[in-house]
């Protein structure tokens, strides 16, 4: 089935963008369940990253074609189809080319200070950038799903509360219902600060900018020369620049956590910032919430691969662990609240 697809995928992209391909393999590295990607070299020796996205929004095709012609440092354009579009359809997902720049994620390192500067610098180019009307139209609102990530977490809180006797007879469904138990009083904080603040943002207007979404490391792509390239775009917004530097400032990512020296390397890069911790505290805490609800459902899918359920138990350890998303959510909320 998977070598089917990969066929069918090959002969699309020919036809599609006129690029032979003669090679397609795997990647398996990222955590999007909506995306597939091939690393795929031409018969010209050029190699391409070819993806299939079935998530997020097609405008992140559109603001890294944007950002490239506008000169933005870091970005990487979308290939154009042969009738001038940047992806085609495939089975109702899109099937974009990006021509394939580094093998080198940052979250495998070394990251020097050289990249930790450039980091800061793409993400300021790319809040710098014009919001045209076409992106105002096409981007969404950073944080506005954030209804359905305290609904989807609260269903799941109510799951693992009363689970049903199919999910009893699973170790991993036990495992978790204790894991949310142990964390439930943060969790009522997390959820009722979001709703609250959601509120109270309207009274602290801010400029919105092009924000990529999910800038953390993972995302990241380090070359030689300190240099860097910030790919995989599907979650892009609209948004204060928080939504994105919460993942310098505020540490997303439990098992990579950004050191103070790290953190003051992207801020050189980055120049000059006023950053709103009362909103930066809303940013992370919405991210905490959805990636713990998230998680939490790959993991109890017991149709679901063992081995991808494992991984995505290991993930939701993390979040609640002490440096952990949802433990650092909770002190920003603290910490905010001191400020004010």
Same mark, same amino acid.
């Given at each position: 089935m998977v070598q089917d697809v990969a066929r069918q995928v090959t002969e699309q992209v020919r036809t599609g963008f006129g690029l032979r391909l003669s090679t397609m393999e795997p990647v398996t590295s990222g955590a999007d369940q909506h995306a597939r990607l091939w690393l795929a070299e031409a018969a010209d020796g050029g190699r391409y990253a070819v993806k299939l996205s079935g998530g997020g929004t097609p405008a992140g095709l559109v603001v890294t074609a944007f950002l490239a012609e506008q000169g933005v440092p870091g970005i990487v354009a979308p290939l154009r189809a042969d009738d001038g579009r940047l992806s085609v359809d495939h089975d109702g997902r899109r099937l974009s080319v990006v021509p394939w720049v580094s093998d080198q994620r940052a979250l495998d390192g070394p990251m020097t200070d050289a990249h930790w500067h450039a980091y800061g610098e793409v993400l300021a180019a790319v809040h710098a950038a014009p919001v045209t009307d076409e992106l105002s139209r096409l981007l969404p609102a950073g944080g506005a799903a954030y209804p359905s990530i305290v609904a989807a977490t609260r269903a799941t809180a109510a799951r693992l509360r009363d689970p049903d006797p199919a999910d009893l007879a699973d170790p991993l469904v036990t495992e978790l219902a204790g894991v949310w138990s142990a964390v439930a009083d943060r969790l009522g904080v997390l959820t009722r600060e979001v709703e609250r603040r959601a509120v109270d943002m309207c009274d602290r207007p801010a400029a919105n900018v092009v924000c990529h979404g999910d800038p953390h490391l993972g995302n990241l792509l380090l070359g030689t020369d300190g240099q860097v390239w910030l790919i995989d775009w599907d979650d892009a917004v609209l948004a204060p620049?928080?939504?994105?530097?919460?993942?310098?400032?505020?540490?997303?990512?439990?098992?990579?956590?950004?050191?103070?020296?790290?953190?003051?390397?992207?801020?050189?890069?980055?120049?000059?910032?006023?950053? =709103?911790?009362?909103?930066?505290?809303?940013?992370?805490?919405?991210?905490?919430?959805?990636?713990?609800?998230?998680?939490?459902?790959?993991?109890?899918?017991?149709?679901?691969?063992?081995? =991808?359920?494992?991984?995505?138990?290991?993930?939701?350890?993390?979040?609640?662990?002490?440096?952990?998303?949802?433990?650092?959510?909770?002190?920003?909320?603290? =910490?905010?609240?001191?400020?004010?």
């Open positions: 620049p928080e939504c994105d530097l919460m993942f310098v400032l505020g540490g997303v990512l439990a098992f990579a956590p950004i050191t103070a020296e790290q953190q003051q390397a992207v801020l050189a890069g980055y120049g000059r910032t006023d950053v =709103d911790p009362v909103r930066l505290a809303w940013f992370l805490a919405v991210r905490a919430l959805d990636d713990l609800s998230d998680w939490t459902r790959q993991a109890l899918d017991l149709d679901a691969e063992p081995a =991808d359920r494992d991984r995505a138990a290991r993930i939701v350890r993390g979040l609640v662990s002490q440096v952990g998303l949802v433990t650092l959510a909770d002190a920003a909320l603290r =910490d905010s609240d001191r400020r004010c």
